[in-house]
């Protein structure tokens, strides 16, 4: 089949194309953007060739590094293009940007589930689409979870599956069965077809709660009444976010006020009761830093599990354990204290489904000092990037 080089329309687009965004005014900006657009509309429309996955992958550098508005639409067809391509580079390009951008992990997921169509068993593929789960949102999220139904291969431990159950909550009802699909797939539950139709997200969240006892139950956050700060309060200062070195440098100052520091290490403040958030910026959005922190029991790390020390004079402590010697457990609440008991006072030890983090925390800062702690913790300037995601 002969490929058709679209030569000239990318001679005439350089030539539009000169002027540098940095220097720009608003107007010829968003000109330049129009351009790139039509650019992104005439190449996608066509068998890809070197030339045009080349220009695909500079004009997506171009949309993402510039802090140009509008252009999540073009954005989302250059990826899907580049991922249907069949072009290594091109799909290693994607990949990348699934690595090395969370906040665009959602539509590197969305442009592989486009590709499924193409390639329905390439286990790489299904392994990003099954990490985006935490992130994928909307259409985003009905796209990779139908695609996800493609294949043989399923995701059966407790945290997927109930990371399905909570996409398909915030799904319109008319949407759900792509959650509801997925987890029959997924879980073979029920068996019967004839069945399938009796299975609502209800009835998957109660078989879920009996089916694996020891994760947290499969139900979106509730908000404390009273709070000020919940995700909708956040969320329109979290959609024209704008990072600035001023803003995560006073996030250093939040970091500290907000008492962070107590349970968490990041570069070299801090202490290690909790995870590490140094590297935070290159395994999570924005979105999911806030959500995490605003609600910390919602997602429990087993390294860090909350137990509650029963002692033969029937006294109890809550918090979570910390190295001590050999006949000796020591026990921090969330408030910090530590407490050193011996082994021999001990008459049980339980887990709970609750973590050591308080909520509450954001509840005395400012709104533009929230968004300071999220610009710092979303940060990864100077950061190495670390070994990615424990996967499925
Ligand atoms: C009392 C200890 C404690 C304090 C104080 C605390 N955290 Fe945490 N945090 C934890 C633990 C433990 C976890 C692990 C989740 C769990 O409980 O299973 C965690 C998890 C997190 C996560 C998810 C991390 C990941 O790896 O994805 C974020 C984000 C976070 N905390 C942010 C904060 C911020 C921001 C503050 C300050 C406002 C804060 N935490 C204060 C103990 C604490």
Known sequence: MPIHKPLVLIALLAAL?????????????????????????????QALDD??????????????TEQVVNVAVDQQRVLTALAK???AGALEHVRSVFENAPERRGSAARALAAATTIRPTDLQDWRYMVRSL????????????????????RANKGQWVRQVILIGLQLPVNQQSAATGLLRHWTGVPLKKSEASEWTLEKYQQWFSQEYPDQPEAVLPVDLTGRKWTMVTLEPALQTFRTS??????????????????????????????????????????REILHATLYPSH??????????????????LTGMMSASSADALAIVSSTGIREELSRTDVE????????????????PLSEDEIMSLIAL???????PLPHSDAGP
């Open 17 to 45: 194309l000169p002027t540098c965004f940095a220097f720009a005014d608003a107007a010829s900006q968003e000109n330049d953007v129009a351009a790139l657009g039509a650019e992104v509309t005439a190449l996608s429309g």
């Open 51 to 64: 030339d045009a996955i080349h220009r695909l992958t500079a004009i997506d550098q171009t949309l993402a």
């Open 85 to 87: 391509s069949q072009n």
């Open 134 to 153: 935490p992130v994928v949102q909307g259409d985003e999220a009905v796209d990779v979870l139908s695609a996800l139904q493609r294949f043989r291969t």
């Open 245 to 286: 070195d001023t803003m995560v440098q006073q996030g250093e100052l939040v970091y500290q006020k907000a008492g962070c520091q107590k349970c968490h290490r990041r570069g070299k403040v801090g202490e290690a009761l909790g995870p590490d958030l140094t590297s935070l910026g290159w395994r999570r959005q924005r």
């Open 299 to 316: 997602e429990l790390n087993e390294e860090y599990p909350t137990v509650t020390i029963v002692l033969k004079s029937g006294k109890s």
């Open 348 to 363: 049980t030890i339980v887990n709970q489904k609750i973590s050591n983090m308080p909520d509450g925390l954001l509840e």
């Open 377 to 383: 913790l979303a940060s990864t300037d100077g950061v």
